[in-house]
């Protein structure tokens, strides 16, 4: 067997190791709750975007839903990250946001099943579960790296977005299915059912976490972030950490200009879908699963690493892929090639979004994790304010020069990413 060989065979043996060991942390349990809570928000929100589409014509009325899904997430991230730092159990906050999502899903889904739905109604729903989710999403993050044991942050944090964002697959085509065998209340039920789920799961993670070490989540264990801890004290400022990191800065920047343009994607694929394709809620439903499945294929591949040298280049290669993959995307007819394209712009997503995420909670000490997660959830927030901008242009010109207009961008963010580093390069140099 030659050197190369057997690099590849040491590393996928450590990669088992790993994963064996995460059987004596509290991991399993929160991968289901994970799980089961990405389940349940995914099947709420593309049914809503679709029930959106049916209820107007307008695409602007569609990018408003998926505006008062995501907007929460500005002022609502930052505040969970920051009570997460403050040693609030994040825990807490998880069984909190799953359960008042179960709760407004499923109240919902009594009014659907009343014929009582309206614009006013299902706008109020998507406002009340994108504030959960916004505590979920922050607060889940922020935990992963505290209950691993030593085990290595980067892989095991690339695992776990790669199977959450599996459920980006199963949701979709889950919901598609729902809504074309059954009905509206029948998705928001289950939506509901399965965010019960993931409360019940993290209620017992919390136990676990008690039960195993009452003072573990004041300790780090990765040997980075040990390093990179000890050189900041309590009174430090994030501001500060960021001027001291710019990895994290670069990332924390690639994600601000390329999530909020590149995904509106996301939420005008259902106008795409009805208005150009002339297709129904499964074909919908499967173009995001294809595209979340192979965003989950991706970080599976991350995960083999034990860190990823380098990390924003090989984001800015991804940003620019992921761009070129859109404009693609936009003028492509063909159904097979239709999915072959969502699998590349989901594949090129998730290399992007897996190494960001993973970077944060491996090398972000403990001190500052949860409000560099909350400012990363503010990123995301910014996505349902381009949304509504997408919905205005949609209007006004079309959704093919929408969807091609947020891969060009894409495209310069890389180019402007590229500029920075080799500007930063020569000012070390110097």
């Known amino acids: 067997m030659d050197v190369e060989g057997l690099v590849v065979q040491n590393t996928v043996a450590k990669w088992f190791d790993d994963i064996k060991h995460l059987r004596n942390t509290s991991y399993p349990i929160y991968w289901l709750g994970g799980t089961l809570g990405h389940l349940g928000f995914r099947i709420f929100a593309i049914t809503s975007l679709w029930q ?11 990018a408003l839903v998926g505006f008062l899904y995501g907007i929460p997430l500005l002022p609502c991230s930052p505040f969970a990250g920051w009570l997460g730092d403050k040693k609030m159990s994040r825990g807490i906050l998880l069984v909190a946001a799953c359960i008042a999502g179960a709760f407004v899903a499923g109240i919902y889904g009594w009014v659907v099943s009343k014929q009582y739905e309206s614009q006013l109604y299902l706008g109020t729903a998507n406002l009340f579960v994108g504030m959960s989710f ?63 789920g993931s409360a019940l799961a993290f209620i017992i993670l919390n136990f676990s976490i008690d039960k195993r070490n009452h003072n573990f989540l004041h300790n780090e264990n990765n040997g980075e972030n040990s390093y990179i801890s000890a050189s900041y004290g309590s009174s430090e400022s994030v ?101 072959l394209i969502a699998g590349l712009t ?23 994790r949860g409000r560099i997660i909350g400012s990363y959830g503010m990123v995301w927030g910014l996505l349902p304010v381009a949304t509504i901008g997408a919905g205005y242009l949609t209007d006004k010109f079309s959704v093919v020069w929408v969807i091609n207009m947020s891969g060009w961008f894409c495209v310069l963010v890389g180019i402007v990413s590229i500029v920075w580093l080799r500007i930063e390069r020569r000012h070390i140099t110097v």
């Open 52 to 62: 959106a589409v049916q209820m107007s014509e307008k695409a602007a009325w569609v």
């Open 134 to 196: 916004a505590f979920y999403g922050a607060s889940r993050l922020a935990l992963l790296s505290t209950i691993l044991h030593g085990n290595n942050v980067f892989s095991v944090a690339s695992l776990d977005l790669s199977s959450t964002r599996m459920m980006g697959f199963v949701g979709p085509v889950a919901a598609g299915l729902l809504l074309t065998y059954y009905d509206y209340t029948v998705a928001l039920s289950v939506a509901a059912l399965t965010l019960l």
């Open 239 to 339: 501001l500060s950490y960021l001027k001291g990191d710019r990895i994290v800065l670069l990332l924390l920047f690639m994600g601000l200009m390329a999530i909020p343009i590149g995904m509106t994607y996301l939420k005008m694929t259902p106008v795409f879908v009805d208005k150009v394709l002339q297709g129904g809620p499964a074909l919908y439903g499967n173009l995001i699963g294809v595209a979340s499945a192979f965003a989950a294929i991706s970080g599976l591949f991350v995960s083999f690493a034990t860190n990823v040298s380098k990390p924003t280049e090989k984001c800015v290669m991804a940003v620019v892929s992921f761009g070129f993959s859109l404009v693609v995307f936009a003028y492509t007819r063909t159904f097979w090639m239709l999915y």
């Open 346 to 368: 989901g594949l090129f997503q998730g290399v992007f979004l897996t190494i960001m995420n993973a970077t944060y909670q491996s090398r972000v000490p403990d001190l500052f």
